[in-house]
């Protein structure tokens, strides 16, 4: 595993034991988790097709970055 998935396990880690804390949800932590690292990746995913520099492809990246999105229901 690279750097920015271990990263990105890290994060899921934390926000999911806050989520967990604030107790605002029935999910258990471990769902949480489970929840929060696919948006995580799904979000790295899109980002990576939105920021890269593909010229004349730009656009057409940014469709399918936002189509992702949308298909995982991630805002």
Do not use: P, W
């Not at 029935?26 to 995580?40: K, P, Q, V």
């Amino acid at each position: 595993m690279n750097d920015r998935f271990l990263s990105l396990v890290d994060m899921a880690q934390e926000l999911s034991y806050k989520e967990y804390e604030k107790r605002l949800t029935g999910y258990s932590r471990e769902d949480l988790f489970n929840r929060i690292f696919a948006e995580l990746i799904v979000r790295e995913c899109t980002n990576r097709l939105t920021q890269n520099d593909f010229s004349s492809a730009k656009g057409i990246m940014r469709i399918a970055g936002a189509k992702l999105k949308e298909h995982f229901g991630v805002e």
